[in-house]
């Protein structure tokens, strides 16, 4: 956490504090208005679209804001010492974080207490370094200063005056000011509240005191920041002069080594503090209670969420502390991850910009008083989390997982929570007066030397503040949840002379801290528990790791989530894609040839124990809640630490100082002198022996890697490379703000995002891919239908993201769906005034019959016409994601995206000169990315929306040269997907094209087609049906190829035609290379034909094909019921399909079939098997044992029982289509393997079959038997459209 270049003398990095600091007002250059506010002011100008000038001449003097509510600029007035090298002191960060507002000038009238905040600053390599500041009020004594003052106000009283005059209301800024604007008109009310009159009025100036250090110690620097303020506004000057407790402090009192506890004195009394040891969570020293009392327990968690799912988290309070101790609260509680991205607990003004970033981040932003959420401006929020922590409210995005057992973690916690008195519901008024009990203590800690211990009116207020409807609230929850309540007393214990003591306070928050730390650490553990099994340590060596590692798959994901309990996917799916899970698995791989990243070891040291207590089997994931275990032993390892102090530093002490220098003067810091504060005792103490062994052992380690033989410098810059993998910005630079760098950091923004587009449309085409080549048989299936939802989802999160960058002017919730609709008021006005600009394919697509669909438009238009249509979808963000699913599953997102973005004009008036979508060469780039997702076939859209209506349109395609196109008798068709059939539908007379709306069907699998024999030209001769999709242009080819009339054919009346997905024109134009292996679809019309004799040419399948076919039929339906549910295709493909079960036994039965025309009759399969019952029936069978008879008996019966049942079904089936039914009835009751023997056995087969044929080998008849009945364990359900009407 502290800087890791190497250290210098004095063992720097091993100090409690690195900098101490001053800012305030610089009397030299006297009052300059906040630059930085004028900054902000002209970007807020530019992003209402007022031209920059109208800005400029309010906000540099800012008239109609009062002088004293304006911002003017600060600077840092010292620093001691002048700089460390492994961690530079930056100056302008600094500044800008110790007073985020500037300068603030009060007067006697307005209240001026002391305020405590504290900051962080994140280095571009993710190390951090905290501040914690003390803000309070100082009287001017420049008489400089109070006539500028004076002056300011001359001329803003003169300026409201004529605006007033000019009967204009007085626009006081109701941002800044808390006056009441009502009474605007009076404006003697208004000189009253508005002035300044230097012979009248004391003029008070904000400074600020500021410790720098390299760990979070939050209660220790606020003690002795306290205590320093103490002294310069006791009466008394303090023991020694204020130049010994700061060098103390920062060169005498060292960090606490891990696991110990350090005991050092600030000005009137000592100060403890305490570091977890190496096998306890890392330190934090923010309070969680108020993090809880803040935003409420079921708020937090819901928030935590979004962090794990590292969406934008936006915090916004008037209080800067609030900000960070909120922020640091959730961070903190992510272990054994960290957060990746942007962090910026306070973002000062002058940064705004950043609100604009295209990347997830988690900022502090402070909100003025008396503006409301309405207001505020904010570029994205189709991904935002909103967290207004002073109204307890929290706005969320629209789609999110919840957090796996939310239910019973959130009773966890609260349990907790009650042991230590805190409402589970949050309560915010507690926490103001607690802020309040803070402002108590600090004025009492000015007046008495009490130790800080508040008399006992103090604790009454604060009881009557807190009021006991609390408590009793309390009670009646204790109640509800079965929490015993002796425990809870008044949350803060007296003692016996009624004093508060601020000790117990403080352990009380330090147990809290770690046992609520401890309730969100176990989730972690049980839930990841065996997340190393999964961990792919492919590569050798650290060098080849590294060089590869955007190439390298690292963790096993399909493997990890179909181990984990279904409740847990939905959140798991999206949480492992994050770049925090990323770093985390990194971080795991790179342990094998580096020292372990220290939240790594606590956390695999957790996982050991667990698994030493409880051995399951890491198969046997469950979803049972096992609540937390170490509660008590955390709580008690830092009491001991606290109890018994393990180190006490150095003692200030009097230095060599000029005499008469810094005079003590009550109210005002004194000037420091700065060559005692420059540098540290020359003599090396005790504790920096100890950072010389470490660093020892870290030149012994960098020897050994050099050893290795990678260069370090290379490596850094590798593991810099690396670790960026995937990440856009670590963070922003907060010192230097010029335009240029702004620009620059967009320019970051801009390639980060397309680094990310890339990343994405890759892993969706690599997924994707990998899938459809084990449908076709090769390797393993590694992305399930839930990882692919995660994937669009989060490409649609990216679009936002990309559309948001750069906006002019925010228009509804997503920046996407904005420019669509505006998009489309402007093509849709073009249309009226003349034809609208589609393309517009060749009018119809021709078939070899002449009979053909009309060709969809291409129409972007028509697309989100079709989305607009849907009354399911509520919001904009809603739409826009239904708008890319269509699109992508239509192959057209990266053309729709290109002809939106065609529209510069369009494009320009939305969007600013930086923006993403201005970046020619980027937006071509990205847009070419999105057209490699063409490759592959998506059902994002339609198997998301199930319950949509949509249009289908079918067209019959007759074989005019053997039949005639038209019938006269009353045809019909049934229509059925994976989601349901569209029932029987008429067709009109002498129409072959017909259009239907119904319920989304899903992916089509069967046609039913029929007709009622009437007429006189009732035979038919149908080549194929065609379906098509109207929204998503999904075209379905049913081929049949076969006759639909009595006493030509097989007599059928009706069929059942097997759905194939035909490939789009768009796709044709993409080239071959790329095309989606197409699914297996219905028998082709020559193998039907042939099955039926009609033409002899087919070459017949040998003897050992036909025996192949058969395998690898039955092969694809085990593996069918191998793969998760979710990811089963269909099952009446493999059944009736080309290469199906049903195709494959019908070549076994025509195998040696004499087929010869009788009198010109065809013979059919279905022939034999009647022929096999009507033997059945009549004989009696002989049987070895009584076993063997009874069994036969059995299958005997069944058999002529289904083969009658069929027989006799009311449907018009011909004699094939009779034998199909028989063979999927046979499957799905698991009858096959034993009506095989019992045909093969039959006399009939004598007369009807050759002696070579296949079922008159026994051999063969035997295996046949033993390949089906590997059938046997899976429970085969088949589609209604199969075995309608056949009463079994």
């Known amino acids: 956490m502290s800087g890791s270049g190497a250290p210098g003398p004095g063992a720097a990095p091993c100090r409690f504090a690195h900098y101490f600091v001053l800012c305030g007002i610089d009397a030299e250059s006297g009052l300059e ?7 902000y002011k002209w970007l807020q100008a530019d992003l209402h679209g007022k031209s920059s000038d109208t800005a400029d001449k309010t906000s540099g003097e800012n008239f109609d804001q009062s002088p004293l509510r304006r911002t003017f600029k600060s600077k840092v007035l010292a620093h001691y010492p002048q700089n460390i090298e492994w961690n530079p002191f930056d100056q302008d960060a600094v500044n800008m974080l110790c007073m985020p507002k500037g300068l603030s000038f009060r007067t006697q009238a307005d209240n001026r207490d002391p305020q405590l905040h504290s900051f962080i600053i994140t280095r571009e390599d993710g190390s951090r370094t905290y501040g914690f500041v003390l803000t309070f009020y100082e009287e001017v004594t420049s ?202 607990p306070i973002l000062p003004a002058s940064l705004l910009h950043f609100l604009d970033a295209p990347v997830p981040y988690l900022m502090g932003l402070q909100s003025k008083e008396g503006t409301d959420r309405s207001k505020l401006e904010l570029p994205q929020e189709a991904n935002l989390c909103f967290v207004d922590i002073d109204n307890h409210f929290i706005e969320l995005p629209e789609e999110f997982p919840q957090f796996p057992n939310k239910l019973e973690f959130i009773q966890e916690i609260s349990e907790v929570l009650l042991q230590f008195g805190i409402p589970p519901e949050g309560n915010l008024h507690c926490s103001d007066s607690a802020t309040k009990l803070k402002n108590l203590v600090l004025s009492d800690l000015v007046n008495d030397k009490k130790n800080g211990n508040i008399p006992s009116n103090a604790l009454n207020m604060y009881e009557l503040l807190k009021g006991n409807e609390t408590i009793a609230r309390l009670q009646a929850l ?32 330090y147990k809290l801290n770690v046992q609520l730390r401890e309730v969100f650490a176990n989730r972690f553990t049980q839930m990841f528990a065996d997340y190393e099994a999964f961990v792919i340590q492919a590569a050798p060596d650290m060098e080849s790791w590294l060089t590869n590692r955007e190439q390298m798959q690292n963790f096993d994901k399909a493997s990890f989530l179909s181990d984990q309990p279904e409740p847990y996917l939905p959140f798991l799916s999206h949480f492992i894609e994050t770049q925090m899970f990323a770093t985390f698995i990194d971080n795991k791989i790179i342990s094998q040839w580096e020292e372990k990243d220290p939240f790594l070891r606590v956390f695999d040291s957790r996982i050991e124990k667990i698994k030493l207590y409880n051995v399951r089997a890491p198969a046997l994931r469950t979803s049972n809640y096992q609540k937390c275990s170490t509660l008590k032993e955390a709580a008690q390892s830092i009491e001991q630490r606290l109890m018994k102090i393990d180190h006490t530093a150095i003692h200030p002490h009097l230095l060599d100082m000029k005499i008469g220098q810094g005079k003590y003067e009550q109210g005002f810091f004194p000037k420091l002198q700065s060559d005692v504060l420059a540098t540290g005792p020359t003599n090396n103490n005790r504790w920096a022996s100890r950072s010389t062994t470490t660093q020892r052992r870290k030149d012994r380690l960098r020897q050994h890697s050099e050893h290795i033989g990678l260069d370090n410098d290379l490596r850094e810059k590798y593991m810099q490379e690396a670790r960026s993998l995937g990440k856009n910005l670590r963070q922003p630079k907060l010192s230097d703000l010029s335009p240029a760098v702004i620009a620059q950091t967009n320019w970051k923004f801009v390639e980060g995002l397309l680094k990310e587009c890339r990343m994405k449309t890759k892993r969706m085409l690599v997924e994707k891919m990998g899938h459809e080549a084990v449908e076709l048989g090769h390797g393993e299936a590694n992305i399930t239908g839930l ?10 999160d990216l679009l936002e993201r990309i559309w948001s960058h750069g906006l002019q002017v925010k228009q509804g919730k997503s920046a996407l769906w904005s420019h669509l609709l505006q998009y489309q008021e402007r093509e849709e006005k073009q249309e009226h005034s003349a034809e609208s600009p589609v393309a517009v394919g060749t009018e119809r697509r021709k078939s070899d019959t002449g009979i053909t669909l009309p060709t969809l438009r291409v129409s972007l238009i028509q697309d989100m016409r079709h989305v607009q249509n849907m009354s399911e979808i509520k919001t904009d963000v809603g739409r826009a994601r239904a708008w890319i699913r269509l699109s992508l599953e239509k192959k057209l997102l990266s053309q729709h995206l290109k002809q939106l973005l065609s529209n510069q004009a369009l494009a320009k008036k939305l969007y600013k000169r930086y923006a993403f ?118 075209t379905y080819k049913f081929p049949c190829g076969r006759w639909l009339g009595k006493g030509v054919d097989d007599g059928s009346l009706e069929r059942i035609l097997i759905g194939e997905l035909v490939s789009s024109t768009s796709d044709e134009e993409l080239g071959k290379q790329c095309r989606t292996p197409p699914q297996q679809k219905s028998p082709t019309v020559a193998r039907r034909l042939s099955i039926t004799s009609l033409t002899g040419r087919n070459t017949k399948p040998n003897a050992g094909q036909i025996q192949e076919g058969i395998g690898e039929a039955v092969n694809n339906i085990v593996k069918h019921f191998h793969k998760p549910e979710k990811e089963r295709g269909s099952l009446t493909i493999l059944l009736c399909g080309e290469n199906g079960l049903v195709a494959a036994l019908e070549q076994v039965f025509h195998h040696g079939f004499k087929s010869a025309r009788i009198f010109h009759k065809n013979v059919f399969i279905w022939d034999f098997i009647e022929k096999a019952v009507a033997y059945l029936e009549t004989s009696d069978q002989i049987g070895d044992n009584e076993e063997a008879l009874l069994l036969q008996r059995s299958s005997c019966k069944t058999f002529c029982h289904y083969v009658n049942a069929i027989n006799t079904a009311p449907r018009n089936i011909g004699k094939d289509g009779k034998f199909q039914i028989l063979v999927c009835l ?32 026994r051999m063969t008849v035997n295996s046949l038997i033993r390949v089906l009945q590997t059938l046997q364990d899976f429970n085969i359900i088949l589609e209604g459209s199969l075995i309608k009407g056949v009463d079994v």
């Open 143 to 344: 008489k400089q200063i109070c006539t500028a003052m004076q002056t300011l106000y001359q001329m803003h009283n003169a300026e409201q005056y004529s605006s007033v005059c000019a009967s204009s209301s007085c626009s006081m800024d109701s941002l800044a000011s808390s006056i009441d604007e009502g009474d605007a008109t009076s404006l003697a009310k208004l000189q009253r509240y508005n002035s300044y009159d230097i012979s009248r009025d004391t003029l008070y100036v904000s400074k600020c005191i500021c410790l720098i250090t390299p760990l979070p110690f939050m209660q220790a620097c606020k003690k002795f920041l306290i205590q320093l303020y103490k002294a310069v506004t006791s009466q008394q000057p303090p023991p020694l002069p204020l130049e010994s407790y700061i060098h103390n402090i920062l060169y005498e009192v060292p960090l606490p080594p891990p696991g110990r506890s350090l005991k050092f004195y600030g000005v009137y009394e000592p100060i403890i503090c305490q570091r977890p040891g190496p096998n306890e969570l890392p330190l934090s020293d923010y309070p969680l209670r108020e993090v809880f009392e803040l935003l409420g327990l079921e708020n937090l968690v819901q928030v935590f969420t979004c962090v794990l799912l590292e969406m934008q988290i936006l915090l916004y309070s008037q209080d800067y502390q609030r900000l960070m101790t909120v922020a640091e609260g959730i961070t903190t509680l992510l272990f054994p991850f960290q957060w990746q991205h942007v962090y910026v």
């Open 917 to 1034: 979508l201005r970046c020619e060469e980027e937006r071509e780039q990205f847009l070419y990315h999105l057209l490699s997702l063409n490759a592959v076939d998506y059902f994002c859209f339609t198997s998301v929306f199930t319950t949509i209506m949509i249009p289908y349109r079918s067209v019959i395609i007759p074989i005019k040269k053997l039949s005639n196109a038209i019938t006269t008798s009353n045809p019909w068709i049934c229509v059925s997907g994976e989601l349901g059939d569209t029932g029987v539908m008429q067709i009109p007379k002498n129409h072959l094209e017909m259009t239907f709306e119904c319920q989304n069907l899903g992916k089509l699998t069967t046609v039913q087609i029929g007709h009622d024999n009437s007429g006189l030209l009732a035979k038919w001769l149908v080549d194929c049906v065609m379906v098509r999709n109207e929204i998503t242009g999904h």
């Open 787 to 796: 990882e692919e939802n995660t994937l669009i989802a989060s490409l649609c």
């Open 33 to 39: 208005p906040d630059e930085l506010a004028v900054l």
């Open 1226 to 1257: 046979g499957t799905r009751d698991h009858l096959l393997s034993q009506w095989i023997p019992l045909l093969a056995e039959c006399p009939p087969i004598t007369r009807m079959y050759e002696e070579n044929a296949l079922l008159r080998d």
């Open 478 to 509: 204790a109640k509800r949840t079965g929490v015993t309540m002796e425990k809870i007393t008044t949350p803060l214990t007296e003692k016996k002379d009624g004093k508060l003591s601020c000790e117990e306070l403080e352990l009380r928050d």
